[in-house]
């Protein structure tokens, strides 16, 4: 069994050796090991893709932080340490403006709608040559981000004054549109924040990091999703075996797309299960209308400022549209 690096690569294809064995892939998930995403996606696409192979290629899921953590990931793939990755975009800051469509305010329903619209962006060419450096596998994105508060919240000018976090500066920007104070503090330690009033809310989905237990009011106003990305070092992808080229291109298509997708809307419908069994108190507005002319002028400032950006929001859209 041999582990590819960059370097034997090269070597291989310039004198021609046979793939005697197996070749085996690192995927690194920055993910603890206990998290549901392995058990049912991550482990069953590596094995597919082995299996697939024809005794080409052995992909092997590590999980844990160990080989790369957020925000290295791109710089670790690139180097050959790991050959598949998944990582978060906005731990990349300016490196994917187009791709942050995805967390702007009322552009999808679903984790899977705005999924698929994402790799459609991707597919017609929209926002390719952001990933121009990388082989895409797969980009999926998190489900729509919801105001969760330790206060209550009815409407819109329930959010003024209110101190609430954000996880990226979309996020951030939002919370000061609603009349809110964004507060820079880092997700991990929202739960003790919201349980000792360091911040009264949190922008975010239902299921990370057990906030439905130190929050009771959640507001279903669709404010955008985190983009992630899965992908490997685009020369070695190159440099395997037609049989394994095929393996990991027939198993990173719509279908692992869609499947990737529904994974994180069950995750958002298992959180939003456990905010009901608590009793919470969860507002869903028949009229958006207040919010929507309150977020739009975020939508507007990343319009002006991404290149192409009324089109791509359009084509987001309309793919996510499709989608539902």
């Known amino acids: 069994m041999r582990t590819i690096s960059l370097s034997a690569l090269a070597l291989t294809v310039m004198t021609g050796v046979a793939w005697a064995e197996p070749v085996k892939l690192i995927f690194a998930s920055p993910a603890p090991a206990p998290t549901p995403l392995h058990a049912a ?14 005794g080409t290629l052995e992909v ?14 791109l710089d670790r793939v690139n180097m050959g340490v790991v050959q598949i990755r998944w990582d978060i975009q906005g731990y990349y800051p300016g490196k994917f403006p187009k791709t942050e469509v995805v967390a702007l305010p009322f552009g999808f329903e679903t984790a899977e709608a705005g999924t698929m619209a994402l790799n459609k962006l991707l597919e017609d060419g929209v926002i390719a040559d952001e990933y121009r450096d990388v082989k895409v596998l797969n980009l999926f994105t998190f489900p729509n981000g919801y105001m969760l508060s ?42 003790q924040g919201l349980s000792r009033g360091v911040i009264d809310a949190a922008l975010e989905s239902y299921s990370p990091f057990r906030l439905a237990e130190v929050t009771s009011h959640f507001v279903e106003v669709p404010m955008g999703g985190n983009a992630a ?32 997708g529904a994974f994180w809307d069950g995750a958002a ?21 207040a919010w929507e002319t309150a977020l739009q002028p975020v939508i507007d400032a990343w319009v002006a400022g991404t290149e192409g950006g009324q089109a791509i929001l359009t084509s987001f859209r309309a793919a996510a549209q499709s989608s539902q």
Do not use: C
């Not at 899965?230 to 190159?238: D, K, L």
């Not at 049989?243 to 990991?248: F, N, S």
């Not at 419908?269 to 209308?289: C, F, H, L, N, Q």
């Open 41 to 54: 996606v991550l482990e069953g696409w590596a094995k597919k893709v082995t299996e697939d192979s024809n």
């Open 60 to 73: 092997e899921l590590v999980t844990g932080g160990t080989l790369a953590a957020h925000g290295q990931v």
């Open 150 to 191: 330790t206060k209550p919240i009815a409407t819109v000018d329930d959010i003024k004054g209110l101190k609430a976090a954000g996880i990226n500066p979309s996020r951030q920007k939002m919370i000061s549109a609603l009349g809110g104070v964004p507060v820079s503090l880092s997700i991990v330690d929202w739960y």
């Open 229 to 260: 990305m899965m992908f490997m070092n685009r020369e070695v992808f190159e440099g395997l075996p037609p049989e394994a080229q095929q393996a990991i291109e027939a198993n990173s298509g719509p279908e692992f797309d869609g499947q990737m």
């Open 269 to 289: 419908a298992s959180g939003r299960g456990m905010v009901e069994k608590a009793g919470g108190t969860i507002v869903k507005p028949a009229d958006t209308a």
